[in-house]
């Protein structure tokens, strides 16, 4: 195939080449003339954009190679000027101008390899031809030669050589193409794996940022709203249980009993918000133990289909946890469903492990992301563990969230 492929651009590469670089004559001869020129230049970055592009499809497809394809740079926004700055910003693309050495490169060795084919076949013809055509063969020992010429018949070991040297520069070209072609888009390919694992990097930091913004303020919210309030209220009660000691020790007695109460209160709030920065049976049992304690504490009926192996990453383990949680907790707060279904498994994607989780149930549906609310919390957690996300909830339900984390990354 891929001396086809060379055969093809030896033939016309370097005919498409020369066209190339007419049409960019054409366009400098013409910009004089009331900027024609900078219309056909126009047109001939398209045409390098659409080249280097085959190029990309041609080589990921010939070597089986995963890249990236090259994308167009678009106008960020409106206007002529803004236009004129995409068209630059193309220009100056290194992947386009790569491709297009690696096209010029492989156009080059494709004619030095027609040339290398055609001697050896003509040498391997001629060398033979006294075998062949012994009729035809003259007094002095000659034969039809080589491009016309006669060809003495002592010279066949010599023409044998030639067809055996042909063969082997088109051999050494078939590789040599292989070996540039292969390592310039491969160099374009870990670019772009580069630019890639950066962008996930910076996802997941935001999302990490996020997510402990959004629980920050959720921990604040708890402590002024519920445990705060109660503190101070026992310690209001134990004043007044302090300054009534000694006149009314009944009514003293009262209020110590009150406070206590209150501060058993207290301090299975504080358990609660504890648990929902992180869950000690996590460490201590495992993720499926941990489901199963938040399916007895939940307020609407939870099914639980859980198939684990084992224990895994403790930021995995938690990822999914907090989301299931997060999940129960709206369901149970605004979706007015009568049941949720839980199901967890382990799934391979690309030889990695991957915590797959889905939390459904039969509300109204209608659940959307908001800024600071609970599925943007289990968002930015899932991203931050480096995995994704996926809600539906049309109108009227069923609302299914699905998060996938990767066990390692």
């Not at 001629?126 to 039809?144: K, R, S």
């Not at 938690?318 to 199901?343: M, P």
């Not at 600071?372 to 994704?388: M, Y």
Request: aromatic share 6%.
């Amino acid at each position: 195939m891929t001396l086809l492929h060379m055969a093809l651009l030896g033939s016309a590469g370097l005919i498409l080449f020369s066209l190339l670089l007419a049409w960019l004559s054409v366009g400098v001869a013409l910009t004089p003339i009331l900027g024609v020129g900078l219309v056909v230049l126009a047109g001939l970055v398209y045409a390098l954009f659409g080249l280097a592009r085959f190029e990309l499809t041609r080589i990921s497809s010939l070597y089986d190679m995963d890249v990236a394809p090259l994308t167009w740079r678009p106008r960020r926004r409106e206007g002529f000027g803004e236009y004129v700055r995409s068209l630059g910003r193309n220009v100056s693309n290194g992947r386009m101008w790569a491709l297009l050495g690696s096209l010029l490169f492989s156009s080059l060795a494709g004619s030095l390899m027609l040339t290398a084919l055609q001697m050896a076949v003509r040498s391997s013809i001629v060398a033979f031809a006294p075998v062949l055509q012994a009729d035809n063969a003259d007094p002095l020992g000659t034969v039809p030669g080589l491009w016309g010429f006669q060809t003495p018949v002592s010279q066949a070991p010599w023409l044998v050589l030639a067809a055996l040297l042909g063969i082997a520069v088109v051999i050494g070209l078939v590789f040599l193409h292989r070996m540039v072609t292969v390592g310039i888009v491969g160099s374009i390919a870990r670019e772009t794996a580069l630019v890639e694992r950066v962008r996930t990097t910076a996802v997941q930091r935001e999302g990490a940022v996020r997510a402990a913004e959004v629980e920050r303020t959720r921990i604040e919210r708890d402590l002024h709203d519920g445990v705060q309030p109660r503190l101070v209220s026992v310690a209001m009660t134990l004043g007044l249980a302090h300054q009534q000691i000694d006149t009314d020790p009944q009514q003293a007695k009262e209020l110590v009993s009150e406070a206590h109460a209150s501060t058993k209160s207290a301090i299975t709030e504080l358990r609660q918000l504890t648990r929902g920065i992180y869950a000690s049976v996590l460490d201590d049992r495992g993720l499926d133990a941990a489901l199963s304690a938040i399916a007895g504490r939940s307020h609407i009926p939870v099914g639980l289909d859980i198939q684990l192996n084992g224990r895994y990453p403790r930021v995995a383990e938690a990822a999914v946890y907090f989301a299931i949680a997060e999940a129960l907790t709206n369901a149970a707060k605004h979706s007015r469903a009568q049941r949720c279904q839980v199901t967890v498994r382990v799934r391979e994607h690309e030889g990695q492990q991957i915590l797959w989780a889905r939390i459904e149930d039969n509300g109204t549906g209608g659940a959307r992301i908001t800024p600071g609310g609970g599925l943007d919390g289990i968002n930015n957690r899932v991203l931050a563990a480096g995995g994704t996300f996926n809600l539906d909830s049309p109108q009227g339900g069923p609302t299914a969230v699905e998060v996938n984390v990767p066990c390692a990354y």
